[in-house]
């Protein structure tokens, strides 16, 4: 008894070396991917009650990864690409915003945990950082148009996966969830700023999805 029960140890031991290795030889690497979002911009958190077209977005970045066993770190450049204008459906003259393009360029820096999947792949997720640059335009309840130019950091979450294709290449999956949003940097026409004032904020927050190839260059 106590012979088998040595033996499955010394097996379980031998396989964990195993997968370590194997799992620790990709320390480096860079990847290419592209993603999507929904409701970007989202002008409710501006005006909760505004009825919207929320505007639809798709991502392409590049991801650079450092890994080490059970920990990580992710950071590359994101730019979106608008498929459709956010319209206010209702609500317009209070609201001040008739529609809405939103883009930015989006630098991330993550790191956390990561769990090997056997010699398949890695799960990991963590927190982090996102600095957003953004342009874009906002067309008024007036009809005038104003130019977005705002930056902005925000805090996120990151959770994904990595399967591994070939020795040094990898498919990967990543979902990201930040909070971001700009200070004031657009007057509205709304009769909810009667006083003029800069009012409106860019929100970058929300949630991305993103599917890539990875190269490990180390």
Not at 25 to 32: C, F, K, L, T
Not at 140 to 161: E, H, Q, R
Not at 188 to 216: A, C, K, Q, S, W
């Amino acid at each position: 008894m106590v012979k088998k029960a040595i033996i499955l140890t010394t097996m379980v031991i031998v396989l964990h070396i195993g997968i370590v290795t194997v799992y620790a030889q990709r320390y480096a690497g860079i990847g290419i991917h592209v993603g999507a979002q929904h409701d970007v911009g989202d002008i409710t958190t501006f005006y909760p009650d505004a009825k919207t077209d929320p505007q639809n977005s798709i991502l392409f970045g590049i991801a650079v990864r450092l890994s080490v066993p059970y920990f990580f770190i992710r950071t590359g450049a994101d730019t979106s690409f608008t498929l459709n204008k956010g319209k206010v459906l209702e609500d317009e003259a209070a609201v001040g915003v008739k529609s809405y393009n939103v883009k930015y360029a989006m630098i991330p820096f993550y790191a956390g945990l990561q769990f090997p999947l056997l010699d398949k792949g890695v799960f990991y997720l963590g927190g982090g950082i996102s600095y957003f640059y953004g342009t874009g335009n906002v067309r008024l309840s007036d009809g005038s148009s104003k130019d977005i130019d705002a930056t902005c950091l925000g805090t996120g979450f990151l959770a994904g996966i990595q399967l591994h294709i070939t020795s040094s290449t990898s498919l990967y999956m990543e979902w990201m969830y930040v909070d971001a949003q700009s200070d004031p940097v657009i007057t509205t026409t709304g009769t909810l700023n009667p006083n003029g004032y800069e009012d409106l904020f860019i929100n970058y927050g929300g949630h991305r999805i993103m599917l890539g190839v990875m190269y490990y260059v180390l």
